[in-house]
């Protein structure tokens, strides 16, 4: 069978929503269950995570190359990660104001510089609608971090080289984190 060419692909919606039900909520997700024709014609149902806050990533860089990572205990993973500072942006607040929240919360790091560096990003684009932005912090000053009650972090100043490194061999699996890492590899490459 041959496969459509770019020009010959339709790129409106295939599928047919027939009923929608809220099957659980609460402050952060929303999960919904349509009942539904796919693209074939046939009917089925597609659960969907709905995110109420966009993912915001930020990578902290100082004049000599480092960086900071922040570890914790991941959850839903059951295991300790490092990652790059993250957190969830509220509807009404800025991406950049959030990343440098963020940063300051997780790490104690103010930044008066904060550049784009990966935006709108679909971190799963089969089950959820969540979205992320990812910054770059730059001209950093140190305080004291003011993690949430849920966050037992520890923060960790190493090269920005070896960050990398870590995110190529799988030492960092936080998705958002290697988006990240391996964005500023090719900008270090130039």
Known sequence: MD??????IETTNPWTTLSSREGYVNPWIRV?????????GGR?????VEYKNRAIGVVPVDAEGNTWLV?????????YEWEIPEGGCPPGEEPAECARRELLEETGIRAATIEPLLMNLQLSNSTTNEVCDIFVARDLT???AEPEETEQLAVKRLPLTEAIQMALDGRIRDSVSVLALLRLATQLRG
Do not use: A
């Open 44 to 48: 089925g149902i597609y659960g969907v």
């Open 71 to 79: 570890g914790q205990w991941r959850y839903s993973h059951e295991r």
């Open 142 to 144: 140190f305080g004291e």
């Open 3 to 8: 496969q459509p060419t770019s020009d010959s």
């Open 32 to 40: 919904r269950e349509d009942q539904v024709i796919n693209p074939s």
